[in-house]
């Protein structure tokens, strides 16, 4: 209890015995500005009973009623930033829900016009040329790949004693057949264009060819490959090769 409680307390003792014995008890047991108000107004029956203004018992219950107000006061503020935290998170959640429906919407969108455009692309004979292309190109490169892990096995193989991991070899001669399986439907898919294979070394294959590998491999792209494989046309033609070998 604090200094001022007691002296209050003992104030009331000498007209209300029964009044220090309820203040008190509320002065224990209040937490917070609420809890204080409800004890308050447990006894404020008593509190507004007759009382002379003049005399000190007088002048304690208007203290009281000033401390009570006070309280009300407070509670009130409180409930007021409670209120307005609520109001604000509100907000903020409605402005979230709205700028993900926003950013939902614009994708809907960029999606809706990318199929417009791929279906567009893949009435053009030469963009698929370009496609079909990449496909053989990007099944060549892993063909090597897989041949040149076979003639390394072997070779470490000669020099290390003559043991050759089957499982290993295996493994890169099914790479060698899917990717000639893939390449020869990749040309049949061209004969149907009525169109050759394009060079590897064309630009455009290239780019695609070095774009699906760094895709496949996890590889961080500089700045300029970045913008490359990541431009319209780009995202188009792979989106197509995507489409047009799931392998890839």
């Given at each position: ?12 003792a000498a ?148 043991v050759v ?28 264009w009525k ?54």
């Amino acid at each position: 209890m604090t200094t001022a409680a007691a002296a209050l307390a003992m104030v009331l003792a000498a007209s209300d015995p029964g009044l220090e014995a309820a203040w008190n008890e509320c002065l224990r047991e209040a937490r917070a500005p609420p809890q204080l108000l409800e004890c308050n107004a447990a006894f404020s029956g008593h509190l507004a009973g007759p009382a002379e203004p003049d005399t000190e018992h007088g002048r304690l219950v208007r203290a009281i009623l000033n401390v009570r107000q006070r309280l009300a006061d407070q509670a009130l503020a409180e409930e007021l930033r409670r209120a307005e935290a609520r109001q604000a998170a509100l907000e903020r959640a409605a402005a979230a829900q709205a700028e993900k429906e926003r950013r939902e919407a614009a994708e809907r969108e960029t999606r809706a016009a990318t199929e417009h455009l791929l279906a567009a692309r893949q009435e053009n004979p030469r963009f698929m040329q370009l496609a079909w292309s990449s496909v053989i190109c990007r099944w060549t490169s892993i063909r090597t790949d897989a041949k040149r892990e076979i003639e390394k096995e072997r070779k470490y193989a000669r020099e290390g004693g003559g043991v050759v991991d089957l499982g290993a070899l295996h493994a890169e001669q099914q790479r060698m057949r899917r990717a000639d399986e893939h390449s020869e439907h990749a040309r049949s898919e061209l004969r149907n264009w009525k169109a050759k294979p394009l060079p590897c070394k064309e630009t455009l294959v290239f780019a695609a060819v070095v774009c699906l590998a760094a895709d496949e491999e996890h590889v961080e792209l500089d700045e300029d490959l970045r913008a490359t494989c990541h431009s319209l046309d780009m995202t188009l033609l792979l989106k197509t090769i995507h489409r047009a070998d799931s392998y890839l």
